[in-house]
């Protein structure tokens, strides 16, 4: 059975969200008001999909500011992700960062090293 595709869109304190088969997307800013609220539901959803699926998943992590308690929430997330079956063929994470940003960089090294899962980090141009 299919799970619901999710879309959930930016604004100025919560990044945009899609979470679908095969993709899983969270981009933009993340400084909710309550990171819990806003991130529980999310994982729940991952949850769900790595104990239904088999799938080749990619995952894109694109933030230009992420708070510390949402921070906590997102390598919550990856872990859980990290735990599907035969994660090195099944799931891709994309961690993005602007150039010069190197808090986001670093952050991204930090979780990169306390997982087993594919994770590329890209630097893109500021905008």
């Given amino acids: 059975m299919k799970l619901q595709t999710i879309s959930i869109e930016a604004t100025k304190t919560t990044p945009e969200v899609l979470l679908s088969e095969g993709l899983i997307e969270i981009r933009g800013r993340s400084i ?3 990171a819990s609220d806003f ?3 999310i994982e729940e959803w991952v949850s769900e999909y ?3 699926h088999d799938i080749k ?3 894109v992590l ?3 500011f992420i708070n510390t308690a949402s921070t906590k929430w997102v ?3 990856i872990k859980k992700l990290a735990l599907y079956r035969d994660v090195h063929d099944r799931v891709l994470i994309e961690w993005f960062y602007e150039n010069g940003d190197d808090e986001l960089y670093e952050l991204g ?6 997982i087993d899962c ?3 980090c890209y630097e893109t141009e500021q905008s």
């Fill in 32 to 34: 909710p008001e309550s």
């Fill in 39 to 41: 991130y529980r539901p």
């Fill in 50 to 52: 790595v104990s239904r």
């Fill in 57 to 59: 998943t990619r995952v």
């Fill in 62 to 64: 694109s933030f230009d």
């Fill in 75 to 77: 390598y919550g997330i």
């Fill in 109 to 114: 090294q930090i979780i990169r090293s306390f």
């Fill in 118 to 120: 594919p994770f590329i």
